[in-house]
C-alpha cells in the first residue's frame, strides 16, 4: 500500500468499477467512454483538509455532469481519500476475526465515528454478496444465541431450583412476585433477555472429509421458530436436500420438503450415521471468538451485518488476500448509495433491526 502511487491507486479503483483505465461511465446519464478529467477538483467542503488528497474527478462529455469514481455508489460523497479506502478494506480483511473501529481509526487517522460508518459500510456489501443459487446434497443448520449476555450481579444470588424452572418457561409465574425475582435474577438482567436473538445459520457441507463447509448462510430471528427456520431453507437449500440438524423440535418442519436427520446432542455430537452439524458450531465459534476478542459483545441493531461479515469470510477463505480486497472493493463500487448508513450521524438512515 505505501508503494502505490496516486494513479495506481486511481486505476485500481477505476478498473474495479468500470473495468477499464481509459474510459469512464458516467453515472448520470449512462455515456460510457473517455471522459474530460478536471484537474482542479470542485470542493465538497469548507473543511481545509478537503482540498488535500482529493480523488479524481471527470466531466461527462455528453451531459456536462462531474462525477467521480466512488459516485453513485456505497461510498457515495465521501471525504476520505481513494487511499485510505482502500487502506481501511485491507486492513480489514488483513484481521482474522475482524477489526474494531477504534483499532481501524487509529490506523487510518480518523475518528471512530468515521471508521464505524466505513466499516459498516464493508458489511452493507458483504451482505449483499451472498452465496448464489440453493444448496445441495448434505445441508447442516443450527441456530446460536448472540446478545443479551446478562451482567454478573454484584452479590452471588442463590437460584432455586423453582427459580430456574421459571427463568426457562417450565413452571408458570408467580402471581405475588415480581418477574425478575420469581426467576432469581436481577432486573437488570430480566430487561436484558430482551436484547437476546438468534443466528440461523445453514451450511452447504457437501464437499470432502476435512475441507469444511463449502458455504455458509446466515439470517436472525428472535428464537429457533418454524417460520424461521422454514423461510431460511426455502431460500438456501433445493427441494429434497438431505438436512442434518440437532434434536430441537423446531426442525421437525423440515420432513415435509427435505429429508431431515438429527443428532441428540445430549448425549453425542455425531451418531454412528454421520449425522452432525459441527460445521454450523465451528462458524458460531468463530463468531464468538470475534464478539470476545475483538467487538467484545453484539447488539440486535447490528447482529447481521457482524453474521454476514462471518459469513464471508468462511466464504471466501480460500483465494488469496488481494482477490479478497478485489471481489469487495468491487461490489463495494457497484452498490448504491447506502440506505442505513448514510447521514447516519445527522439522524438519517434506516436503524432497524434486520429479521426474517
Not at 500500500?1 to 468499477?17: G, Q, V, W
Not at 473517455?34 to 462529455?61: I, L
Not at 480489514?92 to 459500510?121: D, E, I, Y
Not at 452465496?131 to 443448520?141: A, D, E, N
Request: hydrophobic share 35%; proline share 4%; charged share 25%.
Amino acid at each position: 500500500m505505501a508503494s502505490l502511487t496516486e494513479t495506481e491507486i486511481k486505476d485500481f479503483f477505476t478498473t474495479a468499477r468500470w473495468n477499464s483505465t481509459e474510459k469512464q461511465g458516467c453515472p448520470h446519464c449512462g455515456a460510457f467512454e473517455a471522459h474530460y478529467e478536471r484537474r482542479v477538483r470542485r470542493r465538497t467542503s469548507r473543511r481545509p483538509a478537503s482540498s488535500s488528497n482529493r480523488s479524481p474527478q471527470w466531466m461527462c462529455k455528453a451531459c456536462f455532469e462531474v462525477f467521480s469514481v466512488t459516485s453513485g455508489t456505497l461510498f457515495h460523497q465521501t471525504q476520505l481519500p481513494l487511499r485510505k479506502l482502500l487502506l481501511a478494506i485491507v486492513l480489514t480483511l488483513g484481521a482474522a476475526n475482524g477489526m474494531s473501529n477504534v483499532t481501524l481509526s487509529s490506523h487510518l487517522g480518523v475518528t471512530p465515528k468515521t471508521a464505524f460508518l466505513l466499516q459498516h459500510r464493508l458489511r452493507e456489501a458483504m451482505a449483499d454478496d451472498g452465496p448464489v443459487g440453493k444448496f445441495s446434497g448434505i445441508v447442516q443448520m443450527d441456530g446460536g444465541y448472540f446478545a443479551g449476555k446478562p451482567y454478573k450481579p454484584n452479590r452471588k444470588m442463590r437460584v432455586s431450583k423453582e427459580q430456574l424452572q421459571r427463568r426457562w418457561g417450565k413452571k408458570p409465574m408467580g402471581e405475588s412476585e415480581t418477574p425478575w425475582r420469581a426467576m432469581g435474577m436481577t432486573r437488570k438482567n430480566y430487561l436484558k433477555r430482551t436484547n437476546k436473538r438468534t443466528v440461523l445459520v445453514v451450511a452447504h457441507s457437501d464437499g470432502p472429509v476435512g475441507t469444511g463447509a463449502k458455504q455458509v448462510a446466515v439470517a436472525i430471528s428472535q428464537g429457533e421458530h418454524e417460520s424461521a427456520i422454514r423461510h431460511l431453507a426455502e431460500t438456501f437449500v433445493e427441494p429434497g436436500a438431505l438436512i442434518m440438524t440437532d434434536e430441537a423440535g423446531a426442525y421437525t418442519c423440515l420432513a415435509a420438503h427435505w429429508e431431515h436427520a438429527s443428532v441428540s446432542h445430549a448425549t453425542e455430537f455425531s451418531n454412528a450415521d454421520g449425522v452432525n452439524d459441527n460445521h454450523c458450531e465451528a462458524f458460531f465459534s468463530r463468531m464468538r471468538r470475534a464478539e470476545y476478542g475483538i467487538f467484545h459483545g453484539y447488539r440486535p441493531l447490528y447482529l447481521h451485518l457482524y453474521a454476514w461479515e462471518a459469513a464471508w469470510r468462511h466464504n471466501h477463505r480460500r483465494v488469496t488476500k488481494r482477490a479478497q480486497v478485489e471481489r469487495l472493493l468491487a461490489k463495494c463500487l457497484s452498490m448504491g448509495p447506502s440506505v442505513r448508513f448514510r447521514g447516519y450521524h445527522a439522524g438519517k438512515g434506516v436503524r432497524k433491526e434486520t429479521l426474517i
